[in-house]
C-alpha cells in the first residue's frame, strides 16, 4: 500500500506540468489539489510508523509504538482510499463531465467504503461475538 501510494502521489505531483492542466476549470482543480493532499496525507500516515519505531527503538515502549502503528495504517488507508476516489473522479470528470463523473466516483466510494470499511468492520463484530460466547461457555461449564 505505501509504495502504490507513493507513486500516486508522484504522478499526481507532475499533473500541473502538463499542457492539459491548463484546460481544467476551477472544480477540476480543486479536486486535484484535494487528491493531492489526501495522497500527501496518506503517505504520512503510512510512513510514520516507520519513524515512530526508529525514534522510539530501545525504548521498551513496545505497545505504544505497536497501537500508534495501527492508528497510523487505519488513517493511512482512509487518505488511499480517498486519493483513489479522487483520482477516478477528477479522470472521469475530464473524459465524461457531468452526471457519469459523479456516477463512477460514487461506485468507487461506496466499494472502497464496502470492502475495506464495513465488511472488515462485520467481521469483526462477527469474531468479537463469538469469542465472548466462548469465553462464557470456559467460565460456566455447565451452559
Not at 468492520?121 to 460466547?133: D, G, S, T
Request: net charge positive.
Amino acid at each position: 500500500m505505501q509504495t502504490g501510494v507513493q507513486v500516486l502521489f508522484a504522478f499526481l505531483l507532475g499533473v500541473p506540468f502538463t499542457q492539459r492542466f491548463t484546460l481544467l476549470d476551477g472544480s477540476q482543480r480543486l479536486l486535484y489539489f484535494a487528491t493531492l493532499a489526501a495522497a500527501g496525507a496518506a503517505v504520512l500516515f503510512l510512513v510514520a510508523p516507520g519513524a515512530w519505531h526508529r525514534a522510539l527503538f530501545g525504548q521498551n515502549d513496545k505497545a505504544h509504538v505497536v497501537l500508534m502503528s495501527h492508528r497510523f495504517a487505519i488513517a493511512g488507508l482512509a487518505f488511499v482510499g480517498l486519493a483513489m476516489c479522487g483520482v477516478i473522479a477528477l479522470i472521469a470528470t475530464v473524459l465524461y463531465p457531468g452526471d457519469r463523473a459523479a456516477m463512477v466516483a460514487t461506485v468507487y466510494a461506496i466499494a472502497f467504503l464496502l470492502l475495506w470499511a464495513i465488511l472488515p468492520m462485520l467481521r469483526r463484530r462477527k469474531v468479537r461475538a463469538r469469542q465472548r460466547a466462548e469465553d462464557l461457555a470456559i467460565r460456566d461449564p455447565l451452559s
